[in-house]
């Protein structure tokens, strides 16, 4: 069955402080995962893009991984700001076999930082 | 600027009413899709269309319904057969078929008074 799954379900730090957010998926076959901010009453936006072959890519203080063996991804979110509070949103891309892709959403990470 | 608009941002319901959701596009994405989103749950797809005059049903298609009668517009009626509508409700599009990620609309806040 293809799932996502996020860890932590919630997570406050203080402002200034570093985190890390998980993601697992079993989506198969695989074609690339997004990590998505959500601000309370808004719209998820994009923040990275990750293919197969991409093992990081930074989105200035945020910065994703991949380990595509494991099927594990990492959100790392360094000095941490106020602005950051929001739910984080892994979203794992697969190919079906109509050759459309089919999209599986985590649940969230739900960040407060506090200043 | 290219973007999709969700109105309005926030929509009140009296129970046995049937409430009508807009959506609409500029980014000449031929697929578009309405979400539920529930507190503490993810995302819930309850209708996509990859096509003008074609739409499917998702997970949660139960007292909901679409059209799709242009590319730009997906509007979604939220009918009185949904016993629970109360929720924050998102319109997202994409460029298909290739492997675009989602644009996501600002959201609608459905009440049920």
């Known amino acids: 069955k293809n799932q996502v799954e996020q860890s932590p379900q919630s997570l406050i730090i203080l402002e200034g402080k570093n985190c890390t957010l998980q993601?697992?998926?079993?989506?198969?076959?695989?074609?690339?995962l997004r990590w998505y901010k959500q601000d309370t009453g808004r719209g998820p936006v994009s923040l990275t893009i990750?293919?197969?072959?991409?093992n990081t890519k930074s989105n200035g203080r945020y910065t994703a991984t991949l380990d595509a063996d494991t099927k594990q991804s990492s959100l790392h979110i360094t000095a941490s700001q106020l602005s950051d509070s929001a739910s984080y949103i892994c979203?794992?891309?697969?190919?079906?076999?109509?050759?459309?892709?089919?999209?599986?959403f985590g649940t969230g990470t739900r960040l407060k930082v506090l200043a | 600027d290219g973007g999709i608009t969700q109105s309005p941002k926030y929509l009140f319901r009296k129970e046995g009413q049937n409430v009508t959701l807009s959506c609409e596009q500029n980014?000449?994405?031929?697929?578009m899709y309405w979400y539920r989103q529930d507190p503490g749950q993810g995302l819930r797809l309850i209708y996509y269309?990859?096509?003008?005059?074609?739409?499917q049903k998702g997970d949660i298609a139960e007292g909901y319904s679409v059209s799709r009668e242009k590319k730009e517009s997906f509007p979604l009626t939220v009918t009185s057969a949904q016993k629970n509508p109360t929720a924050f409700y998102l319109c997202?599009?994409?460029?298909?078929?290739?492997?675009?990620?989602?644009?996501f609309g600002s959201g609608t806040r459905l009440t049920v008074v």
């Open positions: 980014l000449n994405h031929d697929a």
């Open positions: 269309s990859q096509i003008v005059n074609d739409f």
């Open positions: 993601c697992n998926y079993t989506v198969s076959p695989f074609s690339n």
């Open positions: 997202a599009s994409r460029g298909a078929p290739r492997d675009y990620g989602y644009t």
């Open positions: 990750m293919t197969f072959s991409e």
């Open positions: 979203v794992v891309s697969g190919r079906t076999t109509s050759g459309t892709y089919k999209y599986i």
